[in-house]
């Protein structure tokens, strides 16, 4: 390995050009080599100018290269096994956007093949781990400094989303962060999910519930609620607060700059989960390129995308057919280390 990680970047849309640009501008250790995507003009305009980044068509390209060290993978989620797949046979660190794939059943797929290869080369992209009020959170609720969580209520709010959006993808494309981030808070399964709509806003597209509450369950009994609106107009929001023994914390706040003028008070809401998380994700970025220098991850794994996944599926039977058990095969001793932040 040269002495930057010399990494692909595979799938060429507005996120996965942000990081090719994130690598070039933002981390330190590592330099963008090769961006692909079936369209190959988006490959271009992600790479230019950046020098020594080439374009190509075929993520194989890009995956088989001897010149690539390291791949982020930024394809759609119907993608991802098969290109996980081959990294993991040849043996390179990844970091996958969300999802690991759209099912549990390939995601377990993977999941057994990473196994099978002896080492995590798989990361996941849950930014929120990140972010520096949920890692604060998370300490604070490691260390009982309230004593034991009993409840978290979080919220979830978009602007708007694209008119295909569906019922399932509020689960599997929104919700699924609220997921990931309450078994890393909480250290522990969601065992149960339950599901219950309101009325949908008239901003919504016909057919879509919007907004819905979703309600977890941990394997302690620690109750986990979700609000998720999709087309709450007025900008892009997520918080958590841990309701604990001895007193409540939350993430996301937006204890930000409060100013005063013109006869009114206030501060300023995200436009959207870019402009939220930059910092998270460039902290994820640099951290993960420190792990897969040496080899490994540093974030969410491919088991933690495997449960993701299946509690996903479990959320979305519970939105037609009532409270919903999560069904999760026992965890590899492969996976007992944490590697999460």
């Known amino acids: 390995m040269s002495e930057q ?173 609220e997921i990931d981030t309450a078994r890393w808070l909480l250290g522990e399964e969601i065992t149960a999910v339950s599901a219950r709509r309101a009325p949908a806003t008239r901003n919504a597209p016909a057919g879509l519930h919007d907004p819905q509450l979703v309600s977890l369950e941990t394997a302690s009994g620690v109750l986990v609620e979700v609000e998720i609106f999709v087309h709450a107009q007025f900008g892009y929001q997520v918080r958590c607060e841990a309701v604990c023994e001895s007193g409540t914390a939350t993430a996301g706040g937006d204890a930000g700059l409060l100013r005063n003028t013109a006869g009114r008070w206030g501060g300023s809401v995200a436009a959207d989960f870019r402009d939220r998380f930059q910092p998270a994700f460039d902290a994820e970025f640099q951290r993960w390129v420190r792990a897969a220098a040496r080899g490994g991850i540093d974030g969410a794994s491919a088991w933690d995308g495997y449960a993701a996944a299946a509690v996903c599926e479990a959320g979305v039977s519970a939105q037609t057919g009532g409270r919903t058990a999560v069904d999760l095969v026992p965890r590899p001793d492969f996976y007992a280390r944490e590697e999460a932040p």
């Open 5 to 177: 990680l010399r990494v692909g970047v595979v799938g060429a849309g507005r996120m996965g050009a942000d990081h090719v640009r994130r690598l070039h501008e933002r981390i330190s250790g590592a330099r963008p080599v090769a961006v692909a995507d079936p369209d190959l003009d988006a490959a271009k305009r992600a790479a230019d100018g950046v020098a020594g980044c080439r374009a190509e068509q075929d993520p194989a390209a890009v995956i088989e290269a001897s010149d690539v060290d390291a791949v982020v993978l930024v394809t759609p989620g119907a993608t991802h096994e098969e290109l996980l797949l081959a990294c993991v046979e040849r043996g390179v660190p990844v970091l996958c956007e969300k999802p690991l794939t759209p099912d549990s059943s390939a995601a377990l797929r993977v999941v057994r093949a990473e196994v099978a290869r002896g080492r995590q080369l798989i990361q996941v992209g849950f930014m929120r781990r990140f972010d520096a009020e949920h890692a604060e959170l998370k300490r604070l609720l490691d260390a009982e400094e309230l004593g034991r969580a009993l409840v978290l209520h979080c919220a979830h709010r978009n602007a708007a989303a694209p008119p295909e959006f569906t019922d399932a993808m509020m689960i599997f494309d929104s919700v699924v962060h």
